[in-house]
Each structure stands twice: as structure tokens, then as C-alpha cells.
């Protein structure tokens, strides 16, 4: 593909797109008032035969239409012209070129029986589309569905009233504001016909939604803000109506000095847009917070490269993919589906699902997850986990859930909502009341005026975008940190928790015991040491001879064969390794054949001061040596914990592991608190213990054992790492495992509280504000009332300032979160 780009002194042949130097006395011709250039006489023809084929032409990507003489933007597509109006356009187009061309496929049907939720009010399901009974807002599917994410309908609906209301609006605002600047007489019977005819299409096919909902609510008694709305849009279209068809039926209380009737038109028709406008804002901002969904699921690959049973392999759809599937994974290509590695080495790119820059070395038996990234390395993966079931999956439910969620705090801002209409509605009766009594003339005009303004001003759309905005912006942005929350109480409750109780395997260390030490008797070697024990582990299932076996192989020690091998519960193994009984265990095994240690055996204990296990190791009878195996701290615990206590939260560590190791570990990180020895219901009784103390606690866990403390827990925190029945049990799921989630998670629900007490506070102290000066109040002041135009456009300034404010948790820095080089 190649670029042409106009010069300033060039101009473009509309034919076959190529510059043209006007100056170069090439073919030109007139058509239409303007003059076109062309390459050669053969361009010109063309053009002459058919101006109409090549005047314009339609960007492909934003469907604007592009005057192919002066577009600065064309490429050359597959022998074919293509037109663009911006560089953005263009590049959106290079890197996918089938995305925009060929017929667009029409959206999917939503299956049937499809539950749809409200995105402000979550209890408020049904089957099939709607809007909701509480704010009038249009209902969405509950479940997200699988495939890539089409616009908001309800936002191009909105977006098309609003482009035919505002040329229509412009118009009228100019007519109906003439006589103010000398252009004629206000009450000029053309003037009152031209303004209906501009307004009506605005206020009955451009509003039509705000009506509906308006009506809606006062049918169902379930007052919102298109009650406001609706009610004063009516009365000054209405009213405005009448003044212009009956003038006449008016008594002289509304009456102007020269005996005519005041007209609104434009203030209802400016109502309508601006709200129109507040709307496309606020479902602009809501597909915005929305957007951590759609990068989640283009994470997931549409096709997956299949092994049948006789080797042929075949692209199909993801759909198409069953748990026990070979597939194929070529270098640079994303992971389908979770599974693990058969065949193949490579690094795995995993930073779109944990934020973790530095790629995971994959190797046979490993475990990989769908939608992260492999490198340079092929790979063949057996399919485990497919559809609904895999990680990335249930990411996205989670994330879509969460951001549907309501917190505890929401129900300040509804209690305040389910008085506030009424109550605005009195106030403007009131405002009415007490201007037809005791206003100026014309006094029945002048309460019209306050009447309305105060119902528009007073509209509580930012009160009730107050706390879902900050909610779904937060979830977004905790999913991009690899922080997932399930619901907006668990984000609320852990921003006030003031106790933190970690589980010690798994959460503070890697819950894989390694071998961290090999101390040989005299006249022993290590790799001898540790081939015999190796070997002799091999056939036990014990975790630790696993630690010892992987040991081996990382130093490439040889393997030998073991014979007669037996367990030996709560001591050790033994067996015969070429011919000599080699015995691993505790001392209690050694002491029992007869065996002593050396001073070998006292550096190998020493380690246990460090929470380390140690195995002894003899060959017949004589002692071969000890080895030291531990469970590793994983990289960032020690930092980890000091953010934590540095955030405000007192750290207990509390784990099923004896004293030694417990206080070893407790040493190393910096915890506050250590309960060693526990059982899972141990767990849950300390949690209820520190309850009773008044803490509010959460807790961090990643096994099955940790599950009954999880659920008992203010917030449960799980690590994405760790059994499904701790994440199930847990408010906050950490997708990487690690304990810098943890602060990572504070920093989010901290900022997130604070947002939503900013916007509450906008949203309250605006209408605070606002009410009393559409009522009148800075009138004896003024001399003016505050117009109903100038009422809507504060009101979507207040929405404005909320959407603003919330999206600012996109950027918004957590603790502990690292960044790629």
C-alpha cells in the first residue's frame, strides 16, 4: 500500500487519486462553480462522462463522506482507491483492512431468554430489552456475550436525535432571540409558526425517549429524572403551543406590557438537546468504563489450529474446541484455550492477564492460559479447560458483574433520590404559587418560568450517576491491575478494613517447596548425596521428595534405579540404590538403625532456625549427609507487606505450619501478628475473634483450607493462583497470585471511595445551589430569572463534571504496580 498526500500547492485528480500540479497546464474542467485537474485527458473523460462517480467517495471506517479532489488521505487497496477524511481513519484501516470492507454482517440476535439488567440498577432484571422502572435508562444483557463488542444501540439513537434537534435548534434559538438584538417584533404571528414548526420534531421525535420515560414514571409512581424532565419540557411546549394557536384563552396575568403571550419553544427545544447531550456523554463514558471488558475478550484468539488422531491439522472456530484437544500454538500466536503443554518449548507472554512484564519459560506439563501471548517457540497444548470454563472467561463475567454491582454507599444516594423528585416538584409548585401572587407582571409568566427551571435544574441524573460511574470505572481499571472484584460492597468494605490476616503457603511464599541446601559428610560428594536421595525420592509422592527430585534434575545429577523401596510414616523412605540401603528422613529414622551424624548434620541444622525442613540422608550405616528444602518467599512479599502496613492495615500471618517455620517467615516479611498450627476452623475462629474486637478484617488465602476464613472475612481475598473454592469464597480475586495485588486492591477501593464522595458531593451541593436560584432567589438581586435553557445547560454540567471526575480513576497510580521497561 502507498500514501499520496496532497501538497498545498497541489490538488488531487479525482480519477485515479494521483497529485496534480495546477501550474503543469494539465487537462482541467469546470463543473458545478469548481474547477478540477487531472493527470491526463484520459482522467478528464472519465470524470466528464460521470461527475457524480467521482466527486465524493465514503470513508470506510467512520462512513463520512470524503470530496476525492481534496482528500489528503488515500491509499491504493488491492488495485481499488480508498478515501479517508482523517489519518486516524486510515491508519485504523492499514492495520485491518477486512474489518472495513465487504457488507457489514448485521449484529447477532440475542439469544432467547436473554436477561436484561439495568447498569444503574442491577435488581431490576427481565426478559428482553426495556428500560428500567427506576432511572428510565435502557436495559442491558446481563450475561456479556462471546464475540466482538458492537456499538451501543441506544448511543447512535441518541446520537442521530441529537444531530436533527440541534439543526433544528440553531434555528429556532436564532428566531425566537431576534427581536432581543432589533431583528423584528417578538410577537409577529410568522415568528410564533416558525418556532413551532422548528420545535415540534425537536420536543416530540427528539425527546420522544425522555417523554416515554417521564410518563412511565409518574404511571408507575417511580419518579426519576425524566419526570423533571418530561414535566417541564410539556409545560413550556404546551403552554407555547397554545400561545400561538389561541392566544387568546391566556388571562392577562400573562400578558405582557405590549398584550402578548410569551413562547418557550426554544427553551423546551434546548432542554431536550442538552439532555440528549448529557445522555451521549454519559453512555460515551459508559462504553468507555466498559472497555476492560472488550480488551479481555480480544485477548481470546476466534480460531485455534487443531491436531486430529491421524496428524492432520485444521483451523476451526473456538467454539469448536473440547477439553482433551492437541492444538497447535505457533510462535507469536495467543493461546485458545487453557491447557497444558505436551510438546514444545517457549516463553509465554502472560502481562494482558497478570501486568507482569517479564515472560513465563513454558516447558512439557506446564499449565498455559488462554489469550496470553507465546514467543519464539512452538507449542502443542492439550485443551483442559474450553468455553465458559476457562480463566480469561470467567474473568470477564466477573468484571462484567462487578461493575453492575451497587455499593453500600449507593444507598445514600437513593434515599436521597426517593425524596428529592417530590420534593423538587413541591418546590416548583411552591416557586409557581408564589410568583402568580406576588411576582411583577406578567406574574403568571414569571412563575411559569421559575416553574420549569426548577424542575430542570433540579434533574438528579448526577446524583444518580454519583457512584455506578466511579463503581464501573474502578472495576475496569482493577481488571487492567489484574485485580478482580466481584462486587462493588467488597471494593467499599476493603477500602475500611483496618486488619489484614494472610495465609503463609501460597500467599506470602510460592507454596512449592524448593531445595535450598545439600551438606555432605566427609568424603562425600553433593551430586553422590544428592543421586542417592534423588533417586530413592523418585518413588515417594511426598512433596518434599519431589523438592529433592526437581533439585537433581536442575544440577543434571543422574538418576539410578531403586529397588524394594518402603515409607515410613512420619520418619522417612528407604530402599536399595546398587546394592546398599540408602535411608531419608528425619533423625528419628537414622538413630533407630544406628546410625550417628556428623558435623555436617549441625550446619544442616542450623537452617532450621530459618524455617527450613532438613532430611538425613545414611547408605548402609554409615551418614551420607542433610539436605535443607523450604518453601521460597515469593519475590515481592517482604516489600509487599511493609506497602500494606504502611496503607494503614495490621498484618497477622496465620498458617497450619509449626512455630519454627511460622516465626521464621514472620521474621523475614515484617508481619505484625503470628498464629501458627491452624486448622482451617482455627482460621475462621481468628477472623470471628478479631471481629469481636471490633476489627474489620480481611483475609488472604489460596487453598481449600483458607475457604471458611475467606467467606468469614469482612472481604475475602484469593490468589488467582490457588483452588477454585477460595476464589469462589473470596470478594477479591488476584489474577497473578502475588501479595502486591493485595496493595494494589487498598489503593483502588481507597480511590474509589474517595471519588464516589466527590461526585455525591457535586451532585448534593449543586442542587443545594442550584434549586434556590431557579426559584428566584437572586431575583430582587438581578432583576432576571433564571432561564429554563440556562437551567439544562447547568443540569448537564453537573453530569459532566461527575462523568469527568469518575473517568479519572482510569489513570488513576495504585501501590505497588509495576510498569514495563
Known sequence: MSENVMTMEKTRDPVCGMDVDPAAGKPRVEHDGRTFHFCHQGCADKFTADPGAYLTATDPVCGMSVDRATARHMIRHENEKVYFCSNGCRGKFEADPSRYLGPKAPPEPMPEGTIYTCPMDPEIEQVGPGTCPICGMALEPKEVQPGEAGPNPELIDFKHRFAIGAGLTIPLVAIAMGPMIGLGSEHGAWRGWAELALATPVVLWSGKPFLERGWTSFRTWRLNMFSLIALGVTAAYLFSLVAVVAPGLFPEGFRDHTGGVGRYFEAAAVIIVLVLLGQILELGARDRTGSAIRELMDLSPKTARRIGADGREEDVSLDQVKAGDRLRVRPGEKIPVDGEVTEGRSAIDESMLTGEPVPVEKTAGDAVTGGTLNGKGGLVIEARKVGADTVLAQIIAMVAKSQRSRAPIQAVA????????????????????????????????????????????????????????????????????????????????????????????????????????????????????????????????????????????????????????????????????????????????????????????????????????????????????????????????????????????????????????????????????????????????????????????????????????????????????????????????????????????????????????????????????????????????????????????????????????????RAAKLPGERKAA
Open 414 to 809: 437513593d434515599q436521597v433520590a426517593r425524596w428529592f423528585v417530590p420534593a423538587v416538584i413541591a418546590v416548583a409548585v411552591l416557586a409557581f404559587i408564589g410568583w402568580a401572587i406576588f411576582g411583577p407582571s406578567p406574574a403568571l409568566a414569571y412563575a411559569l418560568v421559575a416553574a420549569i427551571s426548577v424542575l430542570i435544574i433540579a434533574c438528579p441524573c448526577a446524583l444518580g450517576l454519583a457512584t455506578p460511574m466511579s463503581v464501573m470505572t474502578a472495576m475496569g481499571r482493577g481488571a487492567k491491575a489484574g485485580v478482580l472484584i466481584r462486587d462493588a460492597a467488597a471494593l467499599e468494605t476493603f477500602a475500611k478494613v483496618d486488619t489484614l490476616v494472610i495465609d503463609k503457603t501460597g500467599t506470602l511464599t510460592e507454596g512449592k517447596p524448593r531445595l535450598t541446601g545439600v551438606f555432605p559428610a566427609e568424603g562425600v560428594s553433593e551430586d553422590d548425596l544428592l543421586g542417592w536421595t534423588a533417586s530413592l525420592e523418585r518413588a515417594s509422592e511426598h512433596p518434599l521428595g519431589e523438592a529433592i527430585v526437581a533439585g537433581a534434575e536442575e544440577r543434571g545429577v543422574a538418576l539410578l534405579p531403586v529397588q524394594d523401596f518402603d515409607s515410613v510414616t512420619g520418619a522417612g523412605a528407604l530402599g536399595t540404590v546398587e546394592g546398599r540401603t540408602i535411608r531419608v528422613g528425619n533423625e528419628k529414622l537414622l538413630a533407630e538403625a544406628g546410625i550417628s551424624t556428623d558435623a555436617s548434620a549441625a550446619a544442616a541444622r542450623s537452617r532450621r532456625d530459618e524455617g527450613e525442613t532438613v532430611v538425613f540422608v545414611a547408605a548402609d550405616d554409615r551418614f551420607l549427609g542433610a539436605l535443607a528444602i523450604a518453601d521460597p518467599l515469593k519475590a515481592n512479599a517482604i516489600e509487599s507487606v511493609r506497602t500494606l502496613r504502611g496503607l494503614g492495615l495490621r498484618v497477622i500471618m496465620a498458617t497450619g505450619d509449626n512455630e519454627r517455620t511460622a516465626a521464621a517467615v514472620a521474621r523475614r516479611v515484617g508481619v505484625d501478628e503470628t498464629r501458627a498450627g491452624l486448622t482451617p476452623k482455627d482460621k475462621a475462629d481468628l477472623v470471628a475473634e478479631l471481629h469481636a474486637r471490633g476489627a474489620r478484617v480481611a483475609m488472604a488465602g489460596d487453598g481449600v483450607n483458607d475457604a471458611p476464613a475467606l467467606a468469614a472475612a469482612d472481604v475475602g481475598i484469593a490468589m488467582g493462583t490457588g483452588a477454585d473454592i477460595a476464589i469462589e469464597s473470596a470478594g477479591i480475586t488476584l489474577v497473578k497470585g502475588d501479595m502486591a495485588g493485595i496493595a494494589r486492591a487498598r489503593g483502588l477501593a481507597e480511590a474509589t471511595m474517595r471519588n464516589i464522595r466527590q461526585n455525591l458531593f457535586f451532585a448534593l451541593v449543586y442542587n443545594g445551589i442550584g434549586v434556590p436560584i431557579a426559584a428566584g432567589l437572586l431575583y430582587p438581586v438581578t432583576g432576571h430569572l433564571l432561564s429554563p435553557m440556562f437551567a439544562a445547560a447547568a443540569m448537564s454540567l453537573s453530569s459532566v463534571s461527575v462523568i469527568v471526575n469518575a473517568l479519572r480513576l
